[in-house]
């Protein structure tokens, strides 16, 4: 799994590639819980995923909720296929903000 | 032209014996999907089943083997016509069943989700502590459509 981090005035945008798993998640974590300290927004990417693994999905689930906690936003976009399959296999989709796009996920209030 | 070897399978048995370390899973991921696509699932199918062997996987690791990396998980997948029977064995610590998918997964729930996943995507599913080891023990049959 690849992860990168860049800028788009105040709001951090993480993008992830490859597979998000037991072994690869907890990077994942790290890199996201530490982009929400230094933001009040953080947009991540899910377009290039191409295995996401319930751990993933706990990921996602506990840093929305710190981002809840603290006043803060975290938004998804571009979900791809195998992301698609896996929200609504387990049912989580409707708990997150989900956008098509970049430009809709940082237009988002 | 040669005739056919008698000792030949007649179905593809596949047999894997790996470290319990999460490296390993995206190599037990790169057959299966493959696998279950040969059989006839489509490639939504194939990415479910894949997830659930995937997660019974973890689960090992995480829970039998605690995160130790140097357990060992034997797995086994036998195609016997449109059914896929998938065995794993480790020697870790044997899962409590009383709590194998005992509740309902709330949707905002951070953790929990592997043992459903396995549940609603196979067909079978069994737990069983064996003098060989803790046994799990999955199959799915496919459907075929007219």
């Not at chain 2, 991921?29 to 973890?58: F, K, N």
């Not at chain 2, 060992?72 to 896929?84: K, M, V």
């Amino acid at each position: 799994m690849k992860i990168s981090i860049r800028d788009a005035g105040e709001i951090k945008i993480v993008e992830i590639e490859g597979d998000v798993d037991l072994g690869t998640s907890p990077d994942l974590r790290r890199t996201l819980f530490d982009a929400l300290l230094h933001t009040s927004k953080v947009a991540l990417n899910l377009g290039a995923i191409r295995y996401i693994d319930s751990s993933g999905i706990a990921t996602l689930i506990e840093v929305l909720k710190h981002s809840q906690s603290r006043n803060k936003e975290f938004v998804l976009f571009g979900l791809s296929p195998a992301v698609q399959h896996v929200f609504h296999l387990t049912h989580v989709i409707r708990i997150f903000q989900v956008f098509q796009t970049e430009e809709e996920a940082l237009a988002s209030a | 032209m040669s005739s056919p070897n008698p000792s030949a399978p007649s179905c593809l048995h596949l047999k894997f014996a790996m470290p319990s370390d999460p490296r390993y899973l995206p190599v037990v991921r790169g057959a299966i999907g493959p696998l279950a696509s040969a059989i006839g699932w489509d490639e939504s199918d194939c990415l479910s089943i894949t997830l659930a062997l995937d997660e019974a996987l973890a689960n090992i690791i995480r829970h039998a083997y605690h995160n130790r990396a140097d357990g060992l998980i034997e797995l086994e997948c036998r195609t016997s016509g449109d059914e896929l029977e998938v065995t794993l064995l480790d020697h870790g610590d044997a899962p409590d069943k009383t709590k194998i998918c005992a509740r309902a997964v709330a949707c905002d729930q951070i953790g929990g989700r592997g043992t459903h996943i396995i549940k609603e995507v196979m067909d079978t599913v069994s737990y069983q502590e064996t003098p060989a080891g803790n046994r799990f023990v999955a199959t799915k049959r496919l459907r075929r459509t007219l």
